[in-house]
């Protein structure tokens, strides 16, 4: 069993920046793929990154390339998700998860997931 509490969610304005924390229980998080979701209201959850279990490789959906950043701390058990130049559509509920596939889009091959920190994006 795998814990997950996300953190560092908040309100920002456009153009501006928050970086989130995922942090895992157990000591096997280094053998865990890990991913960031997000869900705005009445919109079904999407894809944002992920990175794989040694942190040399990560991946991204089209739309945060260039302004998003995965990274992991294997010693912390924590995973992290700096994101810049925000968008008001980019409020949403984010969603860190652990799997064992990498990559992966797909939220069924994450088998555990934490409670959620929102972040809203102001204009």
């Known amino acids: 069993q795998v814990q997950l509490v996300e953190s560092g969610g908040g309100l920002v304005q456009a153009g501006g920046s928050l970086r989130l924390s995922c942090a895992a229980s157990?000591?096997?998080?280094?053998?865990?793929?890990m991913g960031w979701f997000r869900q705005a209201p009445g919109k079904e959850r999407e894809f944002v990154a992920a990175?794989?279990?040694?942190?040399?490789?990560?991946y991204y959906t089209d739309s945060v390339k260039g302004r998003f950043t995965i990274s992991k701390d294997n010693a912390k058990n924590t995973v992290y998700l700096q994101m810049n130049s925000l968008k008001p559509e980019e409020t949403a509920v984010y969603y860190c998860?652990?799997?064992?596939?990498?990559?992966?889009?797909?939220?069924?091959?994450?088998?555990?997931w934490g409670q959620g920190t929102q972040v809203t994006v102001s204009s």
């Open positions: 990175i794989s279990t040694s942190g040399m490789s990560t």
């Open positions: 998860a652990a799997g064992r596939r990498f990559p992966s889009r797909l939220a069924s091959q994450y088998n555990y």
């Open positions: 157990g000591r096997t998080f280094s053998s865990y793929v």
